[in-house]
Structures are given as structure tokens and as C-alpha cells.
């Protein structure tokens, strides 16, 4: 069964503190990685994309991490900022089907930066 | 703004009422999705429209009813609702080519209250 599985399941860190959200999957076949940011009663917004042969991909003071072997990914916030505070979700890409991938969907890390 | 509009941004209907989402995008996209965000759950996948064709309906109910007139629109039609189906509805939209999708990107959002 295609899943993907996100920990921790919330998380509070202190305004400039790092942190790093973790990803484990079982899609196969695999097309790619997603991560995305998304704050409350907003739609979620892409912070980075890999594809089965990137092992790493920043956006700004995001890093994303990605082991296609293990079949794990992570996502990496350095020098955490109070805007930081929302849901992250790691998204995969599996089969082609009518046309379009089709994606699997976390549930989610619920983070919240605190001053 | 992410170049998908979606509106209203709120919306509290009556089980008896009958309602409609509506999605706008202005990316060139030749796809359109609906996804429903439950509290606390991944993102469903409702429908997809690819080339203006519906190529997905994931068991979704009856009393729910998308309808896209062109590749820059999607509603989705609502009547005699059930309390459970109050979520955040999610339009979406992408490129589809060369057997994967591109530009993958969310709308807003509309907060569905069903009292």
C-alpha cells in the first residue's frame, strides 16, 4: 500500500533553534519527492521538489534531504523564525495515470516556533 | 497570491442548501485537481480534470458534482451535505506533459461549515 509517514507529529521549538522534520514512504514506483509549507486556512505553498537522483535541495533556510535507497527524506530549518510556525507536508509522486502523477500525502509535522 | 484563486473564502451552508466552489487559474495549467483537508488527516484527492476530461472521481459522493467549462475553471457543486463533509476544500492546478506533471499549485482554500 502506498504511504507516506511523517514524525514527529508536532513539534515547538524556540525562535532560532534548527530543527528537522522526518519522511519515511513506500510509493513505488517513484517519481518524486515534495515538500510542502502550509500556515493555517491557507492551501500549501512548495518549498522544494527531488527527483530519484537529487540527494539534497535547499530553499533558503530550508533544506530537504532525500535517500531513495531507505526510502527517507527530512527537512532541514535552520535558524527557525516565528513565521516558520505551520504544517509541513511531504507529498510523493507515484505512477503516471490519465496523464497527471499522482500524489500521496502526508499527514503532516505541526510546528510551531516560539519566541 | 499563488496564481490559483478560489472563492469564497468562507462558506456556512445548511444541509438542505445548495452551494457552489469556485476555482480560478491564471498559470496556463492544462490540469485542474479538488482535494478535501480534513482535520488532522492527509490531503483526499476528490477529482482531476486533465484537458478539460474528468480522468479521476475517487469514490467521492454524489452530492458532491465538479463541473470544468474550460482549462481555467473548476467548480465544484454542492447539495445536501452532511455535517462530515465540513472541511477546507482545496482547488489545485499543473502542466501535464511528457508523462509528469509541473508547476504543481494550490489555491487558497474555501472553509466549508455544514451546520
Known amino acids: 500500500k502506498n504511504q507516506v509517514e511523517q514524525s514527529p507529529q508536532s513539534l515547538i521549538i524556540l525562535e532560532g533553534k534548527n530543527c528537522t522534520l522526518q519522511?519515511?514512504?513506500?510509493?513505488?514506483?517513484?517519481?518524486?519527492l515534495r515538500w510542502y509549507k502550509q500556515d493555517t486556512g491557507r492551501g500549501p505553498v512548495s518549498l522544494t521538489i527531488?527527483?530519484?537522483?537529487?540527494n539534497t535541495k535547499s530553499n533558503g533556510r530550508y533544506t530537504a534531504t532525500l535517500d531513495a535507497d531507505t526510502k527517507q527524506s527530512s527537512l532541514h530549518i535552520t535558524a527557525s523564525q516565528l513565521s516558520d510556525s505551520a504544517s509541513y507536508i511531504c507529498?510523493?509522486?507515484?505512477?503516471?495515470?490519465?496523464?497527471?502523477?499522482?500524489?500521496?500525502f502526508g499527514a503532516g509535522t505541526r510546528l510551531a516556533v516560539h519566541p | 497570491e499563488t496564481g490559483v484563486t478560489q472563492t469564497p473564502r468562507h462558506l456556512v451552508m445548511g444541509m438542505t442548501n445548495k452551494k457552489s466552489l469556485k476555482c480560478e487559474q491564471h498559470?496556463?495549467?492544462?490540469?485542474m485537481y479538488w482535494y478535501k483537508q480534513s482535520a488532522k488527516k492527509p490531503l483526499e484527492l476528490m477529482f482531476v480534470?486533465?484537458?478539460?476530461?474528468?480522468?479521476e472521481n475517487n469514490s467521492v459522493p454524489s452530492r458532491f458534482s465538479p463541473e470544468c467549462p474550460n482549462s481555467s475553471h473548476l467548480f465544484l457543486h454542492l447539495h445536501t451535505l452532511q455535517p462530515e463533509d465540513s472541511a477546507l476544500y482545496l482547488c489545485?492546478?499543473?502542466?501535464?506533459?511528457?508523462?509528469?506533471?509541473?508547476?504543481?499549485?494550490f489555491g487558497s482554500g474555501t472553509r466549508l461549515t455544514v451546520v
Open positions: 498559470l496556463g495549467h492544462n490540469a
Open positions: 527531488m527527483t530519484f537522483s537529487e
Open positions: 519522511c519515511n514512504y513506500t510509493v513505488s514506483p517513484f517519481s518524486n
Open positions: 489545485a492546478s499543473s502542466q501535464v506533459s511528457g508523462g509528469g506533471d509541473y508547476g504543481y499549485t
Open positions: 480534470y486533465s484537458l478539460e476530461e474528468r480522468v
Open positions: 507529498v510523493v509522486s507515484g505512477t503516471v495515470s490519465g496523464g497527471y502523477n499522482k500524489l500521496i
